[in-house]
């Protein structure tokens, strides 16, 4: 199956090629990206496993990482990514990042909502889930401008820097 390239109003969302490593780093280094990201990574040679998981994820046929490029400037945006595709229970999770300038901008939502029909139409999902970090009200707002529904928080769920954080669970049935 060849790769799904999606198109939006101002957004082509293409494969995430080896080339595009230094385009990782970027976002996934960034002070302002990764306080409230699952991961990240303090060298170019070190973001070979984030490139390795995107590659994993199209192989092993449990998700599909976008990056987000811009139609008109060619510029990369970001990445956003279905992972941990269950196909027996047709759910999934979404996780997404944004470089900085490009916030507020409504990219991240137009790109959301297209990853959206692409896996309702083209994969049969059913269930979109997507866990948010306590105090990143910016990925609530989109997920919630996006029709997710917040189904209540994880408290300490996780530990993070040494520490428990909390994740609010949102969902969307599609």
């Known amino acids: 199956m060849s790769f799904p390239e999606l198109a939006t109003a101002r957004l082509f969302l293409k494969q995430i090629l080896p080339e595009d490593q230094a385009f990782i780093f970027e976002g996934l280094s960034h002070p302002e ?3 409230f990201y699952g991961v990240r990574y303090d060298s170019f040679d070190a ?6 998981w995107y590659e994993g994820l199209i192989r ?3 998700g599909i990482p976008w990056k987000m ?7 990369h945006l970001g990445v956003i990514a279905v992972y941990l595709f269950k196909p027996e229970h047709r759910k999934a999770e979404i996780g997404f990042w944004l470089l900085p300038r490009f916030w ?6 137009e790109a959301l909502k297209a990853v959206i029909l692409y896996w ?8 979109l889930e997507g866990f948010v970090e306590e105090g990143n009200d910016a990925s609530s707002r989109l997920l919630e401008r996006a029709g997710f529904v917040y189904e209540g928080t994880m408290r300490d ?13 949102y969902g969307l049935i599609l």
Do not use: W
């Open 104 to 109: 507020g901008k409504g990219y991240a939502v």
């Open 69 to 75: 490029v811009h139609k008109e400037t060619g510029e």
């Open 157 to 169: 769920c996780e530990i993070k820097n040494g520490a428990f954080i909390s994740l609010k669970v």
């Open 47 to 52: 973001t070979k496993a984030q490139m390795d």
């Open 120 to 127: 309702k139409q083209e994969r049969a999902l059913h269930r």
């Open 60 to 62: 092993e046929g449990t």
């Open 33 to 35: 990206v990764i306080p």
